[in-house]
């Protein structure tokens, strides 16, 4: 780990705070000394690996509900538990009359409580989370759209895309008037515009999820929920610095995949709202430049003696992600050491900021979720994301009259695109490769020297992102085309995002909503008839699945995730239950739908 990313921490320490309450402000992020956030007192020397950077308070809430969700494991036992359930819990009485409760019940040595006692303590003094929302109708819902989906001539795929269309009502929902007025008491962030929710267990807004929400909303002509979405997630950028992860207290620390300015972009393509861009274009700029400064940027040398920089995913947090406390305890169990731990808990907090949570892409050993190295790691597909923001927020700047912003960032996207060839292209195997920074390497002024050996050159669906914005160079497309029918990730029902069966579920035999629309959309938009043919197909086997698993399986619902090898079965793997619902699923579907159509006499059953 460079040197660069050592701190002096000067600012003001709450002495009496418990190790897991003691947290760094975010604005002395830039004085934070390694040694202040050591609460083990271990010298340094004695960590293999120790931890580095600022961590974001959490609160008191939060804390306490982690104390809950560890004594609910204890008491109710692993079967069919999930953590998260107990941090999104809100309270009926003011936290210390709670607290003081949860003291009082009788508890075994081991911290567990009879069940029916654990029972009638939730029941009096916590509500679930779904109390915190409320079902809205959306105002602009309109059962059967005018010119829904011309290109779908198919009656019986036109008739499930209505009802896959009719789920965004039932996934609205806005913020209670108690969240609103009592937030202290929640976990759940008082948003003031209404909601489109995943399903299942997230009960909130996601960040990255969205992009893909409204893309599906825009085919539904659901232009002003649209608009909601975005607004919410520019009031975070304005409270907090950047989009958080999801709208939750215990999500600060640490922010999703950057898409808003995509986000911004489709609305204004469809509405020409320059309302909503003038809105947006400070909040762009400050979430850029959270990405680009401090710990997420990183200087390297290549090849050429050209000093480039990269951005990476990077949690402000070194202790177990609260809505999976008991998981990432249980992951560190065999690690003895608390400065280990703490850089175990910050790599775990940072591969869930990739939204890739968890693959074998962050990780040393595959079987081995100790060893994720997220944060030594320069993705590829976070870089599209920012290159894509830096041509967005150039655009929307010049449209908004702003050119010397324009400039600025037709400029720094021009920088970038330079550096993601210099360290991710690999011509010979048309594919662009994740960088791993080397520690140990020979560094001249914290910045790393670039060595063809460093790339990750295994296959994820990441190795090719950087097509849904490079879509221009048709030779280009077509060598990456090309190397994506022979990556063995093309398969009977889609794309899958690894080659690796490792049973994390960002991996084989998994396919995701929005790995399948950035490489099929930038197929599509690179304008080779073979791209295009190639482009259909995967989505077609995309529809399919989703539309069989649908109809098949007698539960009439969209999944988080399928199993990319077989037509026709959702996906599993990970650490919860496979999720229904589910926002990006329905968007993706409804975008290809609107792009490809469906033949009538195209069987939308499995072949």
Same mark, same amino acid.
């Given at each position: 780990m460079s040197d660069a990313y050592r701190w002096q921490w000067n600012c003001n320490e709450d002495k009496d705070l418990s190790h897991r309450e003691r947290t760094i402000p975010l604005d002395c992020a830039s004085e934070i000394d390694p040694s202040a956030m050591d609460v083990s007192a271990e010298p340094a020397h004695s960590c293999k690996l120790s931890d580095h950077g600022p961590v974001v308070p959490t609160t008191p809430l939060v804390i306490f509900l982690e104390r809950i969700q560890e004594t609910a494991l204890k008491t109710f036992g692993p079967m069919k538990f999930d953590p998260k359930l107990y941090v999104d819990l809100s309270l009926k009485f003011d936290l210390p009359i709670v607290k003081q409760a949860f003291n009082d019940l009788a508890k075994t040595a081991n911290g567990s409580v009879l069940p029916s006692d654990f029972n009638d303590f939730l029941n009096k003094y916590m509500n679930g989370a779904e109390k915190d929302l409320e079902y809205v109708k959306p105002i602009d819902f309109i059962a059967e759209p005018e010119g829904f989906l011309p290109?779908?001539?198919?009656?019986?795929?036109?008739?499930?895309?209505?009802?896959?269309?009719?789920?965004?009502?039932?996934?609205?929902?806005?913020? !209670?008037?108690?969240?609103?007025?009592?937030?202290?008491?929640?976990?759940?962030?008082?948003?003031?515009?209404?909601?489109?929710?995943?399903?299942?267990?997230?009960?909130?807004?996601?960040? /990255?999820?969205?992009? /893909?929400? +409204?893309?599906?909303?825009?085919?539904?002509?659901?232009?002003?929920?649209?608009?909601? +979405?975005?607004?919410?997630?520019?009031?975070? +950028?304005?409270? *907090?610095?950047?989009?958080?992860?999801?709208?939750?207290?215990? *999500?600060?620390?640490?922010?999703?995949?950057?898409?808003? !300015?995509?986000?911004? #972009?489709?609305?204004?393509?469809?509405?020409?709202?320059?309302?909503?861009?003038?809105?947006?274009?400070?909040?762009?700029?400050?979430?850029?430049?959270?990405?680009?400064?401090?710990?997420?940027?990183?200087?390297?040398?290549?090849?050429?003696?050209?000093?480039?920089?990269?951005?990476?995913?990077?949690?402000?947090?070194?202790?177990?992600?609260?809505?999976?406390?008991?998981?990432?305890?249980?992951?560190?169990?065999?690690?003895l050491k608390n400065c280990e731990k703490e850089k175990v808990y910050r790599e775990i907090a940072s591969a869930a900021e990739s939204g890739w949570d968890f693959s074998t892409r962050w990780m040393k050993d595959t079987s081995d979720l100790t060893t994720l190295s997220t944060t030594m790691i320069l993705p590829v597909d976070l870089n599209t994301f920012i290159y894509k923001m830096e041509l967005d927020i150039s655009f929307l700047a010049k449209v908004s009259g702003k050119t010397s912003d324009s400039l600025q960032f037709k400029e720094a996207s021009k920088a970038r695109k330079k550096a993601m060839d210099a360290v991710f292209w690999n011509k010979e195997k048309g594919q662009w490769f994740d960088y791993w920074l080397d520690p140990d390497s020979n560094r001249?002024?914290?910045?790393?020297?670039?060595?063809?050996?460093?790339? =990750?050159?295994?296959?994820?669906?990441?190795?090719?992102?950087?097509?849904?914005?490079?879509?221009?160079?048709?030779?280009?497309?077509?060598?990456?085309?090309?190397?994506?029918?022979?990556?063995?990730? #093309?398969?009977?029902?889609?794309?899958?995002? !690894?080659?690796? =069966? !490792?049973?994390?579920? /960002?991996?084989?035999?998994? %396919? /995701?909503?929005?790995?399948?629309?950035? #490489?099929?959309?930038?197929?599509?938009?690179?304008?080779?008839?073979?791209?295009?043919?190639?482009?259909?197909?995967?989505? #077609?086997?995309?529809?399919?699945?989703?539309?069989?698993?649908?109809?098949?399986?007698?539960?009439?619902?969209?999944?988080?995730?399928?199993?990319?090898?077989?037509?026709?079965? &959702?996906? %599993?793997?990970?650490?919860?239950?496979?999720?229904? %619902?589910?926002?990006?699923?329905? %968007?993706?579907?409804?975008?290809?739908?609107?792009? &490809?159509?469906?033949?009538?006499?195209?069987?939308?059953?499995?072949?």
């Open positions: 290109k779908v001539a198919h009656q019986g795929v036109k008739n499930w895309a209505l009802e896959v269309h009719s789920l965004w009502k039932n996934l609205s929902r806005k913020v !209670s008037d108690k969240v609103l007025k009592h937030s202290e008491l929640h976990t759940l962030l008082p948003l003031k515009h209404p909601v489109i929710i995943p399903g299942s267990r997230f009960q909130e807004v996601y960040y /990255w999820d969205s992009y /893909w929400v +409204i893309r599906g909303l825009l085919t539904s002509k659901m232009y002003e929920t649209a608009k909601g +979405i975005i607004f919410n997630l520019i009031d975070l +950028i304005e409270t *907090y610095g950047y989009v958080l992860n999801g709208a939750r207290a215990y *999500y600060t620390n640490r922010s999703q995949p950057p898409l808003l !300015s995509s986000m911004v #972009i489709e609305v204004y393509k469809q509405t020409h709202d320059m309302d909503l861009v003038k809105k947006a274009l400070p909040a762009l700029i400050k979430e850029h430049k959270f990405w680009n400064s401090g710990i997420h940027v990183v200087a390297i040398e290549d090849a050429q003696g050209t000093i480039h920089n990269l951005s990476r995913y990077y949690a402000m947090w070194n202790k177990p992600r609260p809505e999976s406390f008991t998981i990432d305890t249980e992951t560190a169990i065999k690690i001249k002024e914290d910045v790393y020297t670039w060595d063809a050996k460093y790339q =990750n050159q295994d296959i994820f669906a990441s190795n090719f992102i950087p097509l849904w914005v490079r879509f221009q160079d048709k030779t280009l497309v077509k060598k990456v085309a090309q190397s994506l029918q022979s990556s063995g990730l #093309i398969r009977a029902a889609g794309v899958a995002t !690894s080659l690796t =069966n !490792s049973s994390q579920q /960002w991996d084989f035999p998994n %396919g /995701w909503a929005p790995l399948q629309h950035m #490489i099929v959309e930038g197929l599509v938009l690179s304008g080779s008839e073979e791209a295009k043919l190639l482009a259909k197909d995967i989505a #077609i086997k995309w529809i399919r699945t989703n539309y069989v698993v649908y109809k098949n399986k007698n539960v009439n619902a969209m999944h988080e995730k399928y199993d990319v090898t077989k037509c026709g079965e &959702f996906g %599993g793997g990970g650490e919860y239950v496979p999720q229904t %619902g589910f926002g990006w699923s329905n %968007g993706v579907v409804l975008a290809f739908l609107e792009e &490809f159509g469906w033949a009538q006499d195209l069987d939308p059953q499995c072949q």
